[in-house]
């Protein structure tokens, strides 16, 4: 990336081969079939399969891959001893769920099936995914990512089949982000809340703040993920909590500026400045609040916008700002009048163009201050809102500003649905408030597409400390 920054679309994706070198480095395993009974020397078993002839004593069935993976990272996975240039399938499931994800997939002449890049003719994951086989499985599973908000270690299990029967299974471990915070701030602190999540594995690592959008629910999940990567995390709480404004209306910058605060003293953060996170509304917070203070690093925007918007509060359109800084409303641009019974996107975008320029200017958020990384994840079908146009002018007004450090991912076919990997996406297609966009094959490569991006930027906050 050059020191002006740069905008991408979803070529700038990172090659998945030498992404997955990175995160397989584990110790391979080979693993038998699960049907045979006579163990060789190898660790493998004999098993009792054969789709040529039907005959159930040619097939010796072998899995390698990483015995511990965490639960955001792709991994491969090559399965040997199948039938060669044939077709089979590839099933997954935890092992204490019963929904299974299946994929037919087509072995080599070797009789060799490589997860990684393996071509997948029919079954539950769409052909030409630009996802690993190994963690597609886990996104389009039929269960709701709910269900997969766990903590601690977990197995999953993957089986082959051939002509309906299976010939051979693995499992390994996954290990997902802490269930319980450290913290709740609510309880230690007299005006800040959210939960705090601590270093996973380490004694301290750099701090960052993760930004709800409008739905005022803290984004717990992330923030517990991030301390998976070596992290301090606090998902804060900034309106319709205890003690919080109730609506989305003029929310003090100076209570993200407080969190920061604290964050940086906090025992297990280091470095001198926090990173900042922000989803939708959180994502344009993320990029206000690293304009106005010093102690902010990297920030990350995602489905956010660069322009300050008018308020929230579910029941009409407020005439004032989202944001409030010295007791003052932050300029904004206001709602426009018509769009909004047609749709929330058309209700946004006829906004942004009855907006004069004088509106415009005030209001657009002077990124090129933010002291640190800055990445914009956008969706290029985002129906909630016009993400890679709002996002498009802080793309444009960071290109602009000298030695600004910025990248600026767009996935076309995604929507505002884009989330941590690797969970069920099927629910990031709608929303209470209408259609978020997207297909699930482009919000699935989105979700596994930006992660590495989004480690990048925030790991220019520091080393962490084991």
């Known amino acids: 990336m050059s020191d002006n920054g740069s905008t991408g679309r979803t070529g700038e994706r990172l090659d998945r081969r030498r992404f997955l070198l990175g995160v397989t480095s584990a110790a391979t395993v080979a693993l038998s079939g699960c049907s045979g009974d006579d163990e060789e020397d ?29 639960v955001d990272e792709p991994f491969g996975m090559t399965i040997g001893g199948l039938p060669p240039n044939e077709r089979v399938d590839v099933r997954w499931g935890e092992s204490d769920r019963v929904a299974t994800t299946t994929a037919t997939v087509e072995t080599d002449a070797e009789g060799t099936v490589d997860l990684t890049d393996a071509t997948v003719v029919d079954g539950d994951v769409p052909a030409d995914l630009d996802v690993p086989l190994s963690v597609a499985l ?45 913290i709740d701030l609510q309880e230690a602190h007299e005006t800040l809340v959210g939960p705090v999540f601590e270093p996973v594995g380490r004694e301290r690592g750099p701090g960052v703040i993760v930004l709800h959008g409008s739905g005022g629910s803290p984004s717990t999940g992330v923030a517990a993920q991030l301390a998976l990567n070596g992290y301090t995390a606090l998902a804060l709480h900034y309106f319709d909590g205890p003690g919080l404004p109730q609506d989305l209306v003029e929310v003090p910058l100076e209570y993200v500026g407080t969190a920061i605060d604290w964050l940086l003293d906090y025992e297990t953060t280091t470095g001198e400045q926090a990173g900042l996170l922000g989803y939708s509304k959180g994502g344009e917070l993320s990029l206000l609040a690293g304009s106005q203070y010093e102690d902010v690093g990297a920030v990350v925007s995602i489905a956010g916008s660069g322009v300050v918007w008018a308020g929230f509060d579910g029941r009409g359109l407020p005439e004032t700002s989202s944001w409030s800084l010295d007791g003052d409303p932050v300029p904004y641009v206001p709602y426009a009048r018509d769009g909004w019974n047609e749709s929330v996107l058309q209700g946004y975008q006829n906004s942004f163009d009855e907006a004069t320029d004088e509106e415009l200017e005030a209001a657009t958020i002077p990124v ?24 498009g002018v802080a793309a ?22 884009i989330a941590p990997p690797y969970y069920p996406i099927r629910r990031t297609l709608d929303s209470p408030y209408g259609p978020l966009g997207g297909t699930l094959e482009a919000n699935a490569e989105a979700s596994h597409g930006h992660w590495p991006h989004v480690l990048e930027s925030l790991g220019t906050l520091g080393p962490d400390e084991g």
Do not use: M
């Open 396 to 417: 444009d007004r960071l290109t602009g500003a000298d030695g600004s450090d910025f990248e600026h991912l767009v996935y076309d076919g995604a929507g505002h649905g």
């Open 138 to 182: 886990i996104q389009f599973t039929e269960d709701q990512t709910f269900g997969f908000r766990k903590s601690g270690a977990d197995s999953l299990a993957y089986g082959v089949d051939v002509d309906g029967e299976e010939v051979g299974r693995t499992e390994l471990t996954r290990v997902y982000p802490p269930g319980t915070p450290a």
């Open 42 to 70: 190898d660790g493998s078993e004999s098993n009792g399969q054969s789709a040529e002839n039907g005959e159930t004593d040619d097939l010796l069935v072998t899995f390698e891959h990483p015995d511990r993976v965490a």
């Open 368 to 391: 090129e201050e933010i002291d640190g990384r800055v990445l914009l994840v956008t969706g290029g079908d985002d129906q909630l809102w016009d993400t890679e146009r709002f996002h």
